[in-house]
């Protein structure tokens, strides 16, 4: 790891429109990167080809130059860690699947989707783990013998991680604090898929944080969840000396507070929910942007700013370089219960409707 320096990264799936949501979580990152003299790296996540959507990375792209939000490394940044674009990083990805089957911390597993689904009828609340995976067929009940025959055979295969019940797991988190896991809940997620000679989500964002040498992981709550498979994915490559600190931000909620807030409600209450219009490629639907709808830049990077945080007096326009003094913001937003941010969206539909911060 690099002498103490802070590196924080913003690792978008090019799936779609970056939802402002995700832009407040890049701006977090930023800010943390600018605050400790640190680095932010750009990374593509779009290991899942089903969900790719053309255009999506050059839309984040720009959304970042518009507001102004600038990356010291990563695609079209370039930087000394790359590829920074996942898909090219296969054979990384493979030779740490190895690494995991080789210390009998992974395992092949060759139920096929059709087998899956029957054991689903036949267990109630079935899930792949130390429980049933004794019954199922993986390179731990079929012998080696076999199991060679079937990948030469080019039978279709996952790489499942092995994780062992009875564990607590414990996630320090600097919003949540310790949040603590039992293991046995845990299924033994898919790391690798020989179909399309792609890593999951999972292992592809664990190998890059490692090999790029990220000291904080700053994401929205959604993936708080994943946190106790993460760990233990750092504790099977020897690398929980090094493993990140990880900061879970709350989500910007649904007005009512249920769920994400989604493109329906901005359309409903007349607000756009994305920086930049979009045309969406297959539907061809478009959706409004903060830009197309006459938005400062500032305007935007201010409201987000100020979801879940306020400095505690009077002042209610700050620019980006104020923020990064770290008198204004804290590093992390602290913990925010659901109603005050939205108390707080509350408030800046009717701020930031009213024509004011308007071109
Ligand atoms: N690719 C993930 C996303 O789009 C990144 C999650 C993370 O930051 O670990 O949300």
């Known amino acids: 790891m690099s002498e103490g320096k802070v590196r924080v990264r913003f690792a978008p799936s090019p799936t779609g429109p970056l939802h402002i949501g995700g832009v407040r979580t890049a701006l977090y990152n930023y800010l943390f990167a600018r605050q400790h003299g640190g680095e932010l790296v750009f990374r593509i996540e779009d290991t899942d080809s089903q969900r790719f959507v053309p255009g999506a990375e050059e839309y984040i ?87 060679e025959g079937l990948i030469e055979d080019g039978q279709q295969y996952v790489v499942r991680f092995k994780i062992d019940a009875g564990q607590e797991i414990h996630v320090n988190d600097m919003i949540r604090g310790d949040v603590r896991v039992k293991s046995d809940i845990l299924d033994d997620k898919v790391l690798y898929k020989s179909a399309d000679e792609l890593p999951t989500y999972h292992l592809a964002n664990i190998v890059d944080d490692h090999l790029m040498e990220i000291t904080h992981v700053i994401r929205g709550e959604e993936w708080l969840p994943s946190a106790p498979l993460h760990v233990l994915l750092y504790r099977a490559f020897g690398w929980e000396d090094t493993m990140p600190q990880f900061a879970h931000l709350p989500l910007l909620l649904k007005p009512e507070g249920k769920g994400k807030l989604s493109k329906r409600d901005g359309d409903r209450l007349g607000f756009p929910v994305f920086p930049l219009e979009w045309h969406d490629p297959k539907t061809e639907e478009v959706s409004s942007g903060y830009r197309e709808s006459g938005y400062f830049p500032e305007a935007v990077v201010n409201f987000l700013a100020l979801l879940g945080w306020n400095p505690g007096t009077e002042q209610e326009l700050f620019s980006l370089d104020e923020l990064v003094e770290p008198s204004t913001l804290p590093s992390v937003p602290r913990a925010v219960p659901s109603s005050t941010i939205r108390k707080v969206y509350g408030s800046i539909t009717s701020t930031y409707s009213a024509r004011t911060m308007m071109r």
């Open 61 to 147: 792209l720009e959304s970042f130059k518009w507001l102004g939000i600038r990356f010291d490394e990563g695609v079209s940044f370039g930087g000394k860690h790359g590829p920074y674009r996942q898909s090219e990083r296969r054979d990384i990805y493979k030779e740490y699947v190895g690494k995991l089957l080789d210390t009998g911390k992974a395992y092949i597993a060759f139920d096929t989707p059709e087998e899956l689904e029957a054991k689903r009828k036949e267990i109630e609340n079935f899930q792949y783990d130390s429980h049933t995976r004794g019954r199922m067929r993986n390179s731990l009940t079929l012998p080696k013998e076999e199991v």
